[in-house]
């Protein structure tokens, strides 16, 4: 590594980012610690985990020319999740599941709906039409759909009152043991570089090595404490707005903590990397099926926190079935424009409206 790539380098972006975001963490302490009003400390928290988790992100992104892309994706989405995995463990602590549940579904609703919505709308008003005909994105679709899928089961057992029913906890176990079994089994080919991999675009570190891992190290214990409080201000600003646990969990939880650090998928869009760009995009919501939903049932079992299962309400499935559909249809119909990005943030509006009462 030349001596150049291995210099921190600190554009304005940069610059911005980190001053906003130690900003928002002491303004989110302040309002923590200093009895704020809960709208305004809930907003500020909330600011924060998003600037934390676009920090994780960046910092990943770093990393990426070190590692190779398929590697950078798997860090990229598994690492960016991490925000939301603090806010279900102190939501789970709080006894807000519900809110969990919804949050997991949301931040698959996000990724599929919101931020590849904005993406298509982004690259086909720039350049038109754009091709994504990837076979890691393909793949990754195929993966997606499958592992959505188990994790729905033990909601179908659920309600068409099997005999699995009467033992939902063991159930719900048993599939998060398989789907993180599943994620093993898969990372030999999401590290794997092939051919599409000299596409992807990169450029030379700006960030040495050590800086890359520290702003990580630091940005990701600055999200442990922040999401706590932002799960402490959780509860009563949903009640002075009130708003109902599902609907803060499947909008407001998922994208503070999870669709932020995606906006690097619209950033590869405008540039005309749509491939490149769907395949950063659909590895989130794997990794959320794979990785964190399963986690969290295992951590609720072992740590003794609120009981999570990996039973939803239909509505919640339905939506999240339909939304594993339209990704895989578009993936294969192997373009996409502008209209199908507004017809999908459509989409996703209406069905967040369908959550507002309840």
């Not at 911005?16 to 002491?26: D, K, Q, R, T, Y």
């Not at 499958?146 to 009152?161: D, E, G, R």
């Amino acid at each position: 590594m030349n001596a150049t790539a291995a210099t921190p380098t600190f554009i304005g972006s940069d610059k911005l980012m980190l001053g906003l975001c130690l900003a928002f963490v002491v303004l989110a302490g302040f309002a923590e610690y200093g009895g704020w009003n809960a709208v305004v400390a809930f907003v500020v928290s909330a600011g924060a985990v998003c600037l934390l988790a676009s920090l994780v992100g960046r910092s990943v992104e770093q990393l990426g020319d070190r590692f190779g892309p398929g590697a950078t994706g798997v860090l990229q989405s598994g690492l960016g999740n991490l925000p939301e995995l603090f806010i279900c463990i102190f939501a789970l602590k709080a006894g807000l599941v519900d809110v969990v549940r919804a949050a997991l579904v949301g931040s698959i609703l996000a990724n599929l709906l919101l931020v590849l919505g904005l993406a298509f709308v982004v690259g086909g008003l720039r350049h038109g039409t754009q091709q994504l005909g990837s076979e890691r994105a393909r793949t990754i679709v195929v993966l997606m759909l499958l592992s959505v899928s188990a994790m729905a089961i033990p909601s179908f057992t659920h309600w068409l009152h099997t005999p699995a029913d009467q033992h939902e906890d063991t159930f719900s176990v048993i599939v998060s043991v398989l789907l993180l079994a599943l994620f093993a089994l898969s990372l030999p080919f999401s590290l794997r570089r092939d051919h599409t991999d000299g596409d992807a675009p990169h450029e030379k570190p700006r960030w040495s090595l050590p800086l890359a891992i520290g702003l990580l190290a630091v940005a990701s214990v600055g999200a442990a404490f922040v999401s706590d409080w932002f799960v402490n201000a959780l509860q009563p600003a949903m009640d002075s707005l009130s708003i109902n646990e599902t609907f803060a969990g499947l909008v407001v939880v998922a994208i503070a903590g999870n669709a932020v650090e995606n906006v690097v998928g619209v950033q590869l869009a405008a540039k005309n990397q749509s491939p490149y760009a769907f395949s950063v995009i659909l590895n989130s919501p794997v990794q959320i099926a794979l990785v964190l939903a399963p986690a969290l049932v295992l951590i609720s079992q072992i740590f003794g926190l609120a009981s999570l299962t990996l039973v939803f309400s239909p509505l919640l499935v339905v939506v999240l079935m339909l939304a594993v559909m339209l990704g895989a249809f578009i993936a294969f119909d192997g373009e996409s424009t502008w209209l199908e990005g507004a017809s999908l943030i459509v989409l996703y509006a209406i069905i967040a409206t369908s959550f507002w009462w309840g």
